[in-house]
């Protein structure tokens, strides 16, 4: 098993350009995630899905799209990019979501794409 | 809004030395997750308290879940080499999930 996937490595944008960043799992996960971490910070939750064909905001949708049209694929889609949008962006999947009462499965992070608005 | 805050931001000791980091959050949870991140690396999940005061033993490593859910540590004893990196807790309020601040941790051999 590859894990969580993730593409590209490393991308620069001019501001007002338009990306879509790409993230596969092959584990059969129900969860997937998208985090941004900024310089120094923790991480913070953009979007989420609970299985194909639905996704829900987290805590800094702002600036951001996501659709969810397989199990596997998860992609992140920036509209208009911004200084305030250079972070490194970690997708992550699990079985279950950690929202569940008692013990919850693990999320298993992608190694992250580093992205500079300038 | 919801905070989860880590103290110390960072922490520096020589090697042999132990270390612990705390968790806050602003609002009860309903688990905490504890994360390892290694410089230039991806969070790779450690552990996961659910129950309210529990503690877990990983070795070296114990984690504790405060009595009313809203804070938690991991201490860390006789550091090595090979824990540095950052340190983070997690854990889900409402449909969200938050990660704490997180304590960058350095080991002096």
């Known amino acids: 098993n590859a894990g969580v996937t993730q593409t590209p490595k490393f991308r620069i944008l001019k501001i007002g350009q338009s990306m879509t960043l790409q993230c596969t799992q092959d584990?059969?996960?129900?969860?997937m995630y998208w985090y941004r971490q900024d310089p120094g910070m923790g991480l913070k939750l953009i979007y989420y899905?609970?299985?194909?064909?639905?996704?829900d905001k987290g805590e800094v949708p702002n600036g951001y799209n996501v659709s969810r049209s397989t199990t596997e694929d998860f992609p992140l889609r920036l509209e208009l990019a911004a200084p305030s949008q250079t972070s490194v962006y970690f997708c992550?999947?699990?079985?279950?979501?950690?929202?569940?009462?008692?013990?919850?499965?693990?999320?298993?992070f992608g190694p992250g794409t580093r992205l500079t608005v300038l | 809004g919801q905070q989860v805050m880590q103290i110390p931001q960072y922490q520096h000791v020589q090697e042999g030395e132990d270390f612990t980091t705390y968790c806050n959050s602003s609002t009860t949870l309903s688990n905490i997750q504890w994360y390892k991140q290694r410089p230039g690396g991806h969070p790779v999940f450690l552990i996961q308290?659910?129950?309210?005061?529990e503690v877990k033993k990983q070795k070296r490593l114990t984690f504790q879940f405060g009595e009313a859910k809203k804070n938690s540590s991991l201490h860390i004893t006789a550091t090595q080499t090979t824990d540095v990196g950052t340190y983070f807790c997690?854990?889900?309020?409402?449909?969200?999930?938050?990660f704490g601040t997180g304590t960058s941790l350095t080991v002096i051999p």
């Open positions: 308290l659910v129950k309210s005061g």
């Open positions: 584990m059969n996960h129900n969860y």
């Open positions: 899905s609970v299985g194909a064909g639905i996704t």
């Open positions: 992550a999947s699990s079985y279950n979501g950690p929202w569940l009462a008692g013990e919850t499965d693990t999320q298993y």
């Open positions: 997690a854990g889900p309020t409402g449909n969200q999930f938050y």
